[in-house]
C-alpha cells in the first residue's frame, strides 16, 4: 500500500477513534447522571457496557493507528466502533447537559 494512502487511513482511523472516545464519555456521563435518589444500579451495567465497548471496539483500532499496522483493518474496526455508537449509544446521550 503506498505511504500516502497508509496516512489518510491512519488519519481516518484517529478522527473514528475520536468519535468513538466521545461515545464512550456521553455514555459514561448518561450512567452516571442519575438523581442519588433514583440509582438503583443499573447504571454501573451502562459503565460496565460502555466500558467493554470502549476495550473491545475503541482501544484496538487506536493501538493499530498507533503502531501503523493494518491500516485498512483498523479503519474498518474503526467504522463499526462508530457504527455501533451511532445505534447504541447516540439515543441515549445526554445532549441536555452540554448547552443551555
Given at each position: 500500500m503506498p505511504p500516502h494512502s497508509?496516512?489518510?487511513l491512519r488519519f481516518a482511523t484517529f478522527a473514528?477513534?475520536?468519535v468513538g472516545v466521545l461515545?464512550?464519555?456521553a455514555a459514561m456521563t448518561a450512567s452516571l447522571s442519575a438523581p442519588s435518589g433514583r440509582r438503583d444500579g443499573f447504571g454501573s451495567v451502562g459503565i460496565i457496557f460502555a466500558s467493554i465497548y470502549a476495550l473491545v471496539f475503541v482501544l484496538p483500532p487506536l493501538v493499530l493507528?498507533?503502531?501503523d499496522r493494518w491500516p485498512t483493518g483498523s479503519f474498518l474496526l474503526s467504522l463499526t466502533a462508530v457504527a455501533i455508537g451511532f445505534?447504541?449509544?447516540f439515543p441515549w446521550a445526554p445532549v441536555g447537559l452540554?448547552?443551555?
Open positions: 497508509r496516512r489518510i473514528m477513534v475520536a461515545f464512550w464519555l493507528a498507533l503502531l445505534h447504541a449509544v452540554i448547552g443551555p
